[in-house]
């Protein structure tokens, strides 16, 4: 306790945090002075913020045409490439326009600006004048506008972005993507994202907390640190002096201390408040979790002294039908899914998260892998982030290091993916040099990078000075680079890139690379990937079997847009294919497969394929069963096709029940599971369905937060006259949202769809698709009406709160 700090006066206007969401002005292209007070924007669009200003169409190849070889696939010689980056109109300028008023802004306070991301290389003026610009789309970054801001006056900002074309692999997104902020606080306070809490040592009685933080402060400015448990109750508190150059730290015991896990996200809550004397001159609060990270050669990767592997999905930013748009309620579902999967990792890839998503990792019981570049210097597209290298990307890691570190659900960085670097002696030096960058920033996490140069980084030592060794893809390269990397362990970092179109099937059942059909689909009996990657069972055969593998990243969990492989000289393809579940976040057959081996708490029973096979009666037809037991008999229509039961004679007997001779005929497929005993414990059935005869709802969620943005996704089906799901229709449906609420977009998760996420119609893909209803302002409830031609049209009733 420090004399004279006692009884604090509590002072709520000493920093103030403006979200800028609503009354932007927006236009693409490049009209002249746009930067000007006086410039009249009132032809432009009114837009709220974040904002995805491709998102809205229309697909057309001509927007991404490329005629390049890709490399990393391989190629050696051009061809036309269409839908790569999403075949989305993200390319070209746009503008933003605001005006803003700070109230009681003086010489006595900061002012910053601060983006979360802007898509991309943004160029910021405030009141006319320039006053900063960054270059990465996906970094945030801030700027001082003290100097520039008018007090108790309507300030204009301007926001130039550009995006080049041949700049991405993926569909990137265009825009004010992310939150943007004006920060106001005493000219004596915290720095930026100038706290850093960590939890250096852990018994069951206590733990220590130590708070780092860095401040403009002056000599005689005390801290106050009070940490609150999740009740908010405060727990423990102490009291430090300011330091040299405004640092302060402290170490401050909590007893009993409940640990963050995936199982547990126990959140705490560190208060840091700044005094003068008596008064409060500053006040943040940093969420954090008491939790401690391990990775050694003899135990891989613990949480908190547990052997944990990486039950985890790779997921690019785009929300799908949202576009780059961030939305809480999109990634909350997208992880409520996950969960389910029994998936416990994320990895960001290829680049910085959402804080929004960092959040819900840390109330949700994620480990978070977050990543931060595609490119280093050396170029995998023509624009791509090797022209800001030298220039930026110590800013960025700085920044992503320093804004994100207090999440307790990050436990590893990655400097880069399969970065052309891997090759030659300046790469050494830049992975060395990323690494120490992120290693002074935080000293209590490890660097990986996904490697797909597998036996070049072996050689190099590229590999080996590396905090964690990541493979992506190789699978035969894993013992190899086991041996020779000194780290004694390996993880995972992209898997699989298995693809398939949900619920539709091919014949004859093979395992296949690069396989191609006429309707530009791929087979969900996942047996199909790419030239440089595999189906499941192959890496879980390593994740069972080495121990020192620490886990995985499969790519990826959803469907993402841009990168149609196999068909990226197709038109129309225009999404991914990869996804374990689709874009509309439906999940593929392939969603099954995982949750029996990741959820260990409940049982998985799932067969494949859909039994509306009109055409192939008496034809071989295979019946998969995806499943957490061991072994099951399979049924049709009553006649037992006999009992399967998992075996090691192929990494495919060895995860999943096949039955290859099946022969088609209409009626039912039911399995029957057995336990370890061969008692039956478990069954489910499919049968064929009759004509379409009516549709039917389904939320994620029906009762709304009234705030404009939350989201209900809501699955539509349609079923025959008995109620039976209908998996082949492909209905043209209709959606009309009434009262608080409106209607936002639908997705039917079909990769070769130009049908646009927000017109109100849609046709069905594999019989389902999802409308997405938004909430408005306003509390009330919502009515959605679905309809379609020769259909009983359905209505489901959402409360906004
Ligand atoms: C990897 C790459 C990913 C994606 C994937 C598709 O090599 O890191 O970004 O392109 O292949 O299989």
Known sequence: MIAGACAPQKDNNIRSNQVLTEGWKFTKGNPGGAQATTFND???QEVTVPHDWAIYGPFDKKWDIQNVAIEQNGETVPTEKTGRTGALPHIGDGWYRKTFTVADF?????????????????????????IG???????????DISDKLLKDKENTLAVHLSNKEFASRWYPGAGLYRNVNVVVKNKQSFDQWGIFVTTPTITAEKATVNIKAASSAKGGINMLTEILDADGKIVASSWQAVGANGAFEDNITVPLPKLWSPETPYLYKAVTKLFDGKIGIDEVTTRFGIREIKYTAENGFTLNGKVTKFKGVCLHHDLGPLGAAVNVAAMRRQMEILKDLGCNAIRSSHNMPSFEQLELADEMGFLFLAESFDEWAKPKVENGYHRFFDEYAEK???NLVRATRNHPSIVMWS???????????????RAKFLQDVFHREDPTRPVTVGMDQVKQTMQ????????IPGLNYRVHLYEDAHKAFPQGFILGSETASTVSSRGIYKFPVVQEKEKQYDDLQCSSYDLEACSWSNVPDEDFVLQDDKPWVIGEFVWTGFDYLGEPTPYDNFWPSRSS???????????????????????TDEATLHILPHWNWQGREGQVTPVFVYTSYDSAELFINGKSQGIQKKNNSTPQHRYRLMWNDVKYEPGEVKVVAFDKNGKPVAEEKIQTAGAPYKIVL??????????????????????DENGLPCPTATNRLNFAVNGAGSYRAACNGDATSLEVFHSPSMELFSGKLVVLVQSGKDKGDITLKVTGSGLKDAELKLQSL
């Open 396 to 398: 960025d890691v700085v």
């Open 460 to 467: 190099s030592g590229f590999g080996a000075l590396l905090d």
């Open 698 to 719: 389904e939320a994620d969620r029906t009762k709304l937060t009234a705030d404009g943005n939350d989201m209900s996704f809501v699955t539509v089906s349609v079923v």
């Open 42 to 44: 009132n032809g432009w």
């Open 133 to 143: 610009e960054w270059a990465y789309g996906y970094a945030y970054f801030y700027f």
């Open 415 to 429: 400097s880069g993916n399969e970065v052309p670097d891997q090759y030659g002696a300046e790469g050494l030096v």
């Open 106 to 130: 003086d010489e006595n306070k900061t002012a910053l600006l601060v983006f979360e991301g802007a898509m991309s290389e943004p160029e910021v003026y405030l009141n006319g004048e320039k």
């Open 577 to 599: 294919y990869f996804g374990i579940c689709d874009m509309a976040g439906l999940p593929k057959d392939r969603y099954y497969l995982y949750r029996s081996r990741w959820n």
